[in-house]
């Protein structure tokens, strides 16, 4: 007779939990599951793992920074700016760049782990959005992360704005007239945000509140949801050998998927801290704090809103008076374009289901080339981008390369109209010779570079069978209309 040995202290707490919260259950569903195996999905860990680093370079930056517009004389160890009057915004900012140890550290570990953010999710979107991983059921995880990139534009509109010094100030000059020139309402939105007249006492104060409170808010829960989101629909895949719309091939969550994850998370935070240490960005003592009546040379936002700027830089200066209201065409078209071009990405897969008449599942990737028409689009969309980016700092450009800036920007105003227009048909017919070149692949193999002379005196070169895993890589898509018709 044999008698069962009563359970130890850890296993009685474990089925304690256990029985309340389902954490034996939801682990053996969940920690077995499988992730492809893939670089490209590194791109959403990147993502992933700089909004960390921010979330905790901030907290330590919120513990020294004092968001007031209080005027201070400042008595730092900056020797430059001592005897100067500033915002008290800006003194602590000094304060924790020369006073706090390891302020400057943080500050700029914080700012470079921002603009990787963003560069991360605009680039992970583009990867989504080349190989159709959009499509049903994952438009709504689409409008999330497309929601976290618009957000994370602001966010970090407000967050360099909030040192106070003569280039965050310019930038808020430019916020303040892209308000002005909406219609009727300007001046008002104008004195809200602002808190009264332009610069105001307490644009620091709210934008310090939205910065560190509201937005990470909004933004930690789309993560969460974003991220809960593919757990249920599972994980997309390239087309492969054993690889269906119905399974997922690749390693599981735990132990092999933990481990590389956290293995990247500290080379992610590595490679932050690497650049923070060795490449200086945003040094505001070399600034100056802000004054109204002027304005910095040279000022450029951070590359991520550059494209905004540069939608106000190239467009002619237009005013018309409807009614007895000034229009100021030249900043109003601007304001309503900015968030078209990002809305258009977003509504994307909506338009192309709705065109194609799509309305499957899917699960397995597309590669870009077997979709002329999408890769086309998103390479123009890029390209227009990239021009904007460009018109931004037509001064730049300019004064770097010696030209006149009205050349520079005549430049950028003819090839936002023409280049993506020239960048979608070229890419739609390189996408389309890379597709009949894979057709000859598949049906003459390999090219192996041995010549081989024929009984009859005729060369040719000999092709070697492709294997059935790449013919099944090579196969394994739907052909496209455009393919067809040129075959035809």
Not at 19 to 35: E, P, S
Request: charged letters at 15%; glycine letters at 10%.
């Amino acid at each position: 007779m044999s008698t069962r040995e009563s359970p130890g202290r850890g296993e009685r707490v474990a089925d304690w939990f256990d029985g309340r919260l389902g954490i034996h259950t939801l682990g053996r569903k969940y920690l077995r599951k499988v992730f492809p195996d893939h670089w490209s999905f590194l791109l959403g860990e990147i993502c992933l793992y700089s909004f960390v680093v921010l979330i905790l370079t901030g907290v330590y930056l919120t513990l020294f920074f004092h968001p007031s517009m209080n005027e201070v004389t400042y008595q730092g160890s900056y020797v430059p700016l001592g005897g100067v009057r500033m915002s008290e915004a800006y003194a602590s900012t000094l304060d924790i760049s020369f006073d706090v140890r390891g302020g400057l550290l943080m500050r700029q570990v914080h700012h470079w782990a921002a603009l990787v953010f963003v560069a991360g999710m605009l680039t992970h979107m583009m990867r989504h959005f080349f190989t159709g991983s959009f499509r049903r059921p994952r438009e709504i995880n689409w409008l999330f992360g497309w929601t976290l990139l618009f957000l994370g534009l602001f966010e970090g509109l407000f967050g360099y704005s909030l040192p106070d010094d003569l280039l965050s100030g310019t930038g808020l000059r430019f916020v303040n007239g892209a308000l002005l020139s909406v219609p009727i309402v300007g001046t008002y939105l104008s004195m809200f945000l602002f808190g009264g007249e332009y610069p105001g006492d307490d644009i620091v104060a709210r934008f310090y509140s939205l910065h560190i409170l509201v937005i990470p808010g909004i933004m930690a829960a789309l993560v969460v949801a974003h991220i809960l989101l593919v757990v249920y629909h599972k994980h997309t895949q390239f087309a492969g050998p054993g690889r269906t719309e119905r399974n997922v091939v690749g390693a599981p969550f735990m132990p092999v998927y933990m481990a590389k994850a956290g293995g990247f998370f500290f080379l992610v935070f590595g490679a932050l801290a690497l650049m923070a240490a060795v490449a200086m960005i945003n040094p505001v003592w070399s600034y100056g704090p802000y004054r109204a009546d002027q304005v910095s040379t040279g000022a450029q936002p951070d590359w991520y809103l550059g494209f905004a700027e540069g939608l106000v830089r190239i467009m002619p200066g237009w005013e018309i008076t409807l009614w007895g209201h000034t229009l100021v065409l030249g900043v109003l078209i601007p304001v309503v374009v900015f968030p078209l071009l990002l809305v258009f990405i977003g509504v994307y897969p909506f338009l192309e289901a709705r065109v194609t008449g799509d309305r499957r599942e899917h699960h397995l990737l597309d590669r870009p080339r077997g979709r002329p028409v999408r890769t086309g689009i998103g390479a123009a969309w890029i390209s227009l981008y990239l021009i904007l980016l460009a018109g931004g700092g037509n001064d730049i450009v300019a004064t770097r390369l010696h030209l006149s800036i009205n050349t520079v920007t005549w430049a950028v105003r003819i090839a936002a109209l023409v280049v993506p227009v020239a960048v979608f048909v070229v890419t739609r017919r390189i996408c389309l010779g890379l597709q009949l070149r894979d057709r000859e692949r598949v049906l003459h193999g390999r090219e192996t570079g041995v010549i081989k002379r024929l009984p009859h005196g005729e060369y040719v070169e000999v092709h070697e069978p492709l294997d059935q895993a790449q013919l099944h890589t090579l196969t394994a898509h739907e052909r496209p209309g455009e393919l067809v018709e040129h075959e035809q």
